[in-house]
């Protein structure tokens, strides 16, 4: 595999990251190295949940995503990307860990519904990587995720945290073999939820976007359970060979310098000036009283 230099020194680093660093191996991995594909782990990450009835009929009952699809997407995105860039023990995200605990306060659920939830962040934005990204995670990255996200589950206190990727990978896939099924709710989270896929392409493919959508997540049975339209072999090599030919481009230019996230600031059409933390989140759960957005802002 030939690289650019700079791809190629980052990898190295990546490889060999000493062990206590897990948190900036993860943040290398998330917003430099495999930024745009650990992107689009996350938002596929987003709609798996809709395929999970009783998580399903909880969102539909909270009706946050049908009220404010736009706001409840971008926002689920900020939080974890907020966690990422500044750490899980900075002042930001603690803001956001706090944030977190108090939206799912009084959520019904099993202690397997919130683990699962959690875990899509982890297995799915990685499993997209190991498919499509322009390179393999490396072994440390995997172990950096991981650690990540089992210091996040303890602030949440989500008990059965996996020890390993490869234990999140088996929880995930028995979780999912179990629970996956549809139901009224989901489909309609899902009809819901397409449209902040299709308002990000470019016009002449957002008629597409539940097409694209179902081609992305390869997998009759999440497609049947979200009611999305099938998709064939013909639509899945078209996808294959278009990321072939990017990531054929990626390795040949230097490694992006500017971070794919940076907080606070602007960088969708539903925060164009950027935002401040006490924005963030649904508008129903108050911010602590001891909290002043200027000062984290």
Known sequence: MNLHPT???????????????WEATFRTMVLYDLAADMELGFFLSYYRNFAIPSIAATLYRNGEIQKRPMKR????????????ATGLDSDRGQHMVALLNRAHRNVPGSPDDYLYVLLTLLVVPIRWAQ??????P????????????????????IQGMPKSYAQAERFFDQYEATHVSSS???????DATVQVFQSRLPLPLRPFAARLVSVMLADHRLVDALGLPGTGQISQAVLESMLAIRNSLRRRLPLNRKPHFTPGKAGSSLYPGGYS???IGPINIPAPSTFRSNELS
């Open 7 to 21: 791809l190629a020194d980052s990898l190295l680093r990546q490889e060999t990251p000493s062990p206590n660093d």
């Open 73 to 84: 997407s971008y926002d689920t995105a900020i939080v974890i990307y907020e966690l990422i």
């Open 131 to 136: 498919r499509h990204a322009w390179r393999q």
């Open 138 to 157: 490396t072994e440390a990255e995997l172990a950096a995720a991981s650690r990540f996200f089992a210091e996040l589950g303890s602030r949440m206190n």
């Open 184 to 190: 009224a709710e989901g489909q309609k989270l899902m």
């Open 277 to 279: 933390l006490d924005q």
